[in-house]
C-alpha cells in the first residue's frame, strides 16, 4: 500500500534539505512557467528537467510511475480538443454534419494544440507529485498554524489519516480473500471495502474530535514564529526559483519561444529559443549539484 501511494520521506537530497517554504515557492515558479509557455519544446524540456530533478531528489521512480496517471489525463485532453475544436485549417478527416455540433472536421491543428495543453497538465502533474514527495507536511502546516491554528490541524489530521485508512482497505480487503466461501470479485468487492473503511473513519473521526476537546486544543494559543537561518540549499532553490521565472516571462514577452496553432500551426524556436530553454534546465537542475549538508 506505501509503494503505490505517495508519501513523504526524508531523503538525503538538496530539496529535501530545504525548508518547505522555499520548496513550495520554488515548485510555484516551475508551475507558473508551465502557465506561460505555450512552446512544445519548451515544455518538453522544462518536464524533462522536473522528472531529472525527481532523480536528484531520490524519488525518481515514484515520480516516473506517476506518469502512467498522468497519460491517462492527456489521452482524453487531446481526444476532446480534436472532436470539439473547428478552428484548424489544414483538415484530417471529415465526419459530415454532425447536428447541433456543426461540421464534423478533425483538424491536425486542434490535434496539436491538445497535445500541448495535455503536456502542460502532465507538467504540472508531475510538479504537484514532486512537491507531495519532496516537502514536508509538518513543516508546511506549521507555516499555517501561524495564520490559522484549527485548519492546520484539520489539514494535519486529514493527512495523517491517508496512510491508516489506507491500511485498513488492506486489512479488510484481506479479511475479504479469508472467507470460506470465497472473496467477492469486481465492483461488489470495491464497493464492500469502501463502506466499511468509510463507515470506520466516522467512528474514528469522533474518538479524535473527543480526544481533542479533552486535551483544550480548543483553546490553544498562536505559535510563535521561529527564526532560522536561511541555509545554502533555501538560498540556492529561491535563486533558482527566480531564474525560471524569469526566463518563462522573458521568453513570453520577447515572443522568442511563440507558439499559435490556430488557425495554422506557427512555432518559433532560433537560437535565442535554445538558449532559453537551455537556460531553463539549468535553472532547475543547478541547485542539485550541491550535495552538501542534506543529511538526514
Not at 82 to 100: I, K, N, W, Y
Amino acid at each position: 500500500m506505501r509503494a503505490r501511494l505517495l508519501f513523504y520521506r526524508r531523503l538525503r537530497s538538496p530539496l529535501h534539505a530545504t525548508r518547505a517554504g522555499v520548496s513550495v515557492l520554488w515548485v510555484a515558479s516551475l508551475s507558473a512557467a508551465a502557465l506561460l509557455l505555450y512552446h512544445p519544446v519548451a515544455l518538453l524540456v522544462l518536464l524533462g528537467a522536473v522528472l531529472c530533478a525527481g532523480a536528484g531528489a531520490g524519488v525518481g521512480r515514484a515520480l516516473a510511475r506517476s506518469m502512467r496517471a498522468a497519460a491517462f489525463l492527456a489521452l482524453p485532453i487531446v481526444l476532446v480538443n480534436v472532436l470539439v475544436s473547428r478552428q484548424g485549417l489544414t483538415v484530417l478527416a471529415r465526419l459530415g454534419d454532425l447536428g447541433p455540433f456543426g461540421q464534423g472536421d478533425l483538424t491536425l491543428e486542434a490535434l496539436l494544440y491538445g497535445a500541448v495543453i495535455a503536456l502542460k497538465v502532465t507538467v504540472l502533474f508531475a510538479l504537484t507529485t514532486l512537491a507531495s514527495l519532496s516537502v514536508d507536511p509538518d513543516e508546511m502546516l506549521a507555516i499555517l498554524r501561524r495564520l490559522s491554528f484549527r485548519s492546520a490541524l484539520t489539514a494535519s489530521l486529514a493527512t495523517r489519516m491517508v496512510p491508516v485508512l489506507g491500511a485498513d482497505a488492506q486489512r479488510l480487503a484481506e479479511a475479504q480473500r479469508t472467507r470460506p466461501q470465497g472473496a467477492p470479485r469486481g465492483a461488489t468487492a470495491r464497493l464492500g471495502v469502501l463502506t466499511a473503511v468509510i463507515s470506520g473513519s466516522l467512528d474514528r473521526a469522533l474518538d479524535v474530535a473527543a480526544t481533542l476537546e479533552l486535551r483544550g486544543f480548543a483553546t490553544a494559543p498562536r505559535a510563535p514564529r521561529r527564526h532560522r537561518a536561511y541555509s545554502r540549499h533555501d538560498i540556492a532553490f529561491l535563486a533558482s526559483a527566480a531564474a525560471v521565472l524569469g526566463v518563462a516571462v522573458l521568453a513570453r514577452a520577447t515572443g522568442t519561444l511563440a507558439f499559435s496553432a490556430y488557425p495554422e500551426v506557427h512555432a518559433r524556436f532560433g537560437a535565442a529559443g535554445c538558449a532559453l530553454c537551455a537556460a531553463l534546465l539549468a535553472a532547475v537542475l543547478l541547485p542539485f549539484a550541491d550535495r552538501r549538508g542534506i543529511d538526514p
